[in-house]
Each structure stands twice: as C-alpha cells, then as structure tokens.
C-alpha cells in the first residue's frame, strides 16, 4: 500500500498542508492565509485561534479533495515559524492574548533593561538578547496581561511556539511539547546541555511550570484523530522550526553545507557538526536538528526583509498587478543606476542588529522609474544575503562554495542569478519549492521506519537548477560599495534620530 506523511507548514503567512509521498516528493498541497495584525508601529500579531481553525480546514479539505484514505496516511508532521509566541489557560484552552509574532519589536525596552545579563545570554543560548526571540515576548505577555502572572505561577497557564500550541489543541491538551530546535529560540535553552536553564527563566522571570516537554524531532510528540474527524488516531512525529527544516530538507547533513531559506525574512544557515561553535559579530549559534541518534549544530544569519521587501512595494506602493509584470520588470532594467533600497521596516539584522533603522530608497535621479525602485527591492535580498554570509565566513572559518535555497523570491531566476553574481558560488535552487515541509516529512519518516537511515534520505530523488557568476570582480565590487554605502546612510539617520 502507498504510503503517505500528512505535512504542517505554518508559517508567517499562511498555513499549508502538504502530502508527501514515500519517495519524498511533494504530492498535494493546499493553502489558507491568516490575518495580519499591527497593533502599533513594531508590533506584529497572530490570531492562534484562527491559526489552529485554518490548520483543521487544510487538513480536512486535501484530505477530502485527494481522496486520501485513512490507512494510507503513515503520520502527521509539523513545522512551524519559529520564534512566534503562544500563552494559554490550560483549563479552557483559550490564548490570553494574540500570538506575538518573531517579527514584533515591542520588546525593545525589555532587553534594554536586562542588558547586564546579556553575555550570559549569549553563552547559554548561543542567541542576541533581542526582540527577535521568545523569551522576551512570553515576559510581556505575563507583564502586561491582566491576570497573566497571577495565573502563570499558579500553573494554569501554558506557553508554547507555534508547534506546541498545534500539538496541544491536536491531541485535546494531552500532549504539551516541542522540539529541540524550537526551544532553541526562545532564549530559555542552555543548548549546551539542552534543557531549559532555570538561571535564564530566573532573568526573564517566567515560571518553569509553563514550558513545555522537550522531544527530538523524529520522536513520536503525541497522537491525534484530528477532533473526530479520523476513525484512529494518526501518531504526530517530524516536528521542526521551519528554517531548521529547510535544512534538513535540503540534505545539508555534512559540516559546511549551507542553506538560505527565502520567506517573509530570511535564514542563512550552515550546519556546523556536533561541536557547538560560540556566536559572534551578529551570527547566532543554533540547535540545526536533533534526532534520536544524532544532534548537529548550525551557526544562522538572520535578515529580517525578504519576501516582506517585494510584498510591501506590491501591497503598500502598489508598484505592480502581479507577479509576471514584476518579473519583466526586472528583466528590463539591466543596470539600476545606483538605486538601492535598504528594508529595515523591522530594523537592521545581521551585522548590524539596529531595531531602531528604517527603511530607506537611495540614490534616486529624474531618470528614476518605478521599474528601478522594484528591482532594487530584489537586489536588496542578494545584498544582505552577501552581509551575512561575510560574517559567516569569517567566523567558522569555513568557505562557502554552494549556497542551497530555496523559499519565496527564489522562484525568479533574475534574483538567483544575481545572487550568484555577487556571492561569487555555486547556487543551487531545489526543484521543490517546500524544504521546510519535506524537511520535517522526512524526520516523520525517520520516526516511524518509513527510512531507515539518513543516508537512505540522500538517495532520494533531489533536482536543482545551478546558477554561477557572470559578473567580474570589479563589477561585483562596484554594486556592492553602493549597497554598503546606501546602509552606512541608513545608520547615520538612525544615529540622528537617537540623539
């Protein structure tokens, strides 16, 4: 009998479910957006409910729609955006606030007044002291929710990422857990000795009564039968935070392979083996996968606007209908003119970690056209792309000759070819647009005997399209001190604003 792995991607956006076969191709997949929500300039929020409501109406429908049979469904798996957080009350199941997303900011103050612990932070978690990750985010929410704390420490309330909030509500709140890459986010890890640092709860001040059970990602989370909806119960295993799932998915099993993952922001990762490697100049030192048998570390870059950038040009300036004319937009300019666009709508990330930064076009003439500005949105992508990895690579010593990607913008071969230009390496864009779900498919796999070894995930079918440079170094130079120089403006205006 064919046998099939039922796939969770929620991400930023929207939900996915994806069915995925045993020759680890993506069969089906069905898709359902979620609301926005900007409470305040900086703040960014989730509706967990809606969230949970839309994962049951995916499921159910590629289910009904594929004429999927029970029996043919091996178990159901999960990834998830990562850092974005979810309390709730226990007893009723009812979030106490909307879902803090990773992109939010409201926490800035926050890690302003828990600077003097940042080296330990860092040391513990291998992550910044930044609004980008949990931990501050579940301290507001018991902060400044009325009742909140209250209930938090007399253990009625319950914290989780995005998986463990889908878990709980999967298996009717039997089952409160996550995975080792998302609690390696939070900043509540030691990922040294992977449990949950009581010293760190300590400084953020979170009761350790809230967290959830710790699994590997191949490991059986729990069991559901979707509310009713299936006749026996489906085992939840392959649980991982999307971009770590890309990873995997990607097949960057061995020291130095490397992966960036194209969303709404974006993720520059490179799995450094079992030996953890001390985070530095803007990179954050990461938990890459942990299985039953193995756990590898990765070193991450993290830009906050990618697909954002191109959304926001669309949505927000209304430069283009669709996604064709944006295409052949950036197709016809074949030199911007020294036009770049800096998208620091969320602030800077990697190397420069400026919450307070915002966007900016530069460079600008009469001969200027909207065509310019949109393909300086794209370009924007590879530049930081570029930042990132020159951290990267000066910090694990390691070269980096074949970038993996896959994700949103990586769709357009214009963008992919500029980005081999100025990276100067070998690009390789996976066929299949969906790393994350294959990724956390595969650890289902694992987990239940679907395949037997990591190596019998290798020889699976894997196509790329390559992509090499075309440009010479004078020219690649050329664009990028225009780029430098466009984000050195950027941080001279951030430094008047803050005096």
Not at 73 to 79: D, E, R
Not at 151 to 171: M, Q, V
Not at 267 to 295: F, P, R
């Amino acid at each position: 009998m064919k046998k099939y792995i039922l796939t969770i991607d929620q991400s930023t956006s929207s939900t996915k479910a994806l069915i995925v076969d045993d020759a680890g191709t993506v069969k089906y997949k069905i898709s359902k957006s979620h609301k926005q929500i900007y409470p305040h300039r900086g703040w960014v929020e989730h509706n967990p409910t809606e969230i949970y409501e839309n994962v049951k109406c995916v499921i159910n429908e590629i289910i009904k729609v594929n004429q999927i049979k029970e029996e043919e469904i091996a178990c159901l798996s999960i990834t998830n955006q990562r850092e974005t957080v979810v309390v709730w009350d226990k007893h009723t199941g009812q979030p106490v606030y909307n879902a803090i997303v990773w992109q939010c900011r409201r926490t800035d103050s926050i890690c302003n007044e828990l600077k003097e612990y940042e080296e330990m932070i860092i040391e513990k978690t291998g992550l910044r002291l930044d609004p980008y990750f949990s931990g501050t985010k579940i301290k507001w929410i018991l902060d400044n929710v009325k009742g909140a704390r209250g209930k938090a420490e007399k253990g009625d309330l319950l914290f989780g990422t995005i998986d463990s909030w889908l878990i709980w509500n999967l298996t009717n709140g039997k089952f409160h857990v996550t995975d080792y890459t998302n609690a390696s986010r939070t900043l509540l890890l030691n990922i040294k000795t992977l449990k949950w640092d009581q010293e760190l709860l300590q400084v953020f001040n979170i009761p350790y009564s809230i967290l959830p059970k710790i699994h590997p990602s191949d490991e059986i989370f729990g069991e559901t039968n979707l509310q009713g909806n299936l006749k026996k119960s489906l085992k939840v295993c392959g649980v991982i935070g999307d971009s770590q799932g890309a990873l995997f998915g990607q097949r960057c099993f061995e020291v130095g392979s490397a992966k960036s993952t194209f969303g709404t922001g974006n993720s520059i990762m490179v799995n450094v083996g079992h030996d953890y490697i001390e985070s530095k100049n803007g990179l954050v030192s990461t938990i890459a996968y942990v299985t039953k048998n193995h756990i590898n570390y990765g070193i991450e870059g993290i830009i906050n606007s990618s697909g954002d950038t191109i959304n926001w040009i669309h949505k927000e300036l209304g430069l283009f209908e669709n996604f064709d004319e944006f295409n052949k937009a950036v197709d016809e300019v074949k030199n911007n003119e020294g036009v770049y666009l800096v998208p620091a709508f969320l602030g800077l990330g990697i190397p420069h970690w400026k919450g307070s930064a915002r966007a900016s076009i530069v460079g600008i003439s009469r001969n200027t056209n909207k065509k310019h500005i949109m393909r300086a949105a794209l370009e924007s992508i590879a530049y930081q792309v570029k930042d990132a990895i020159d951290v990267i690579e000066n910090e694990t010593k390691i070269k980096i000759n074949n970038l993996n990607i896959d994700g949103g913008v990586t769709t357009n071969k214009i963008y992919n070819q500029f980005l081999a230009n100025i990276l100067d390496c070998n690009i390789e864009k996976n066929i299949n647009e969906e790393l994350s779900s294959l990724g956390a498919a595969m650890l289902g796999g694992l987990g239940i005997g679907m395949w037997h070894s990591m190596d019998n995930i290798k020889s699976r079918c894997n196509k790329v399209e390559s992509y090499k440079n075309e440009i010479q170094v004078e020219e690649r130079e050329k664009l990028y001190k225009g780029w430098k120089n466009a984000v050195k403006s950027v941080l001279y205006l951030t430094e008047l604003e803050n005096d």
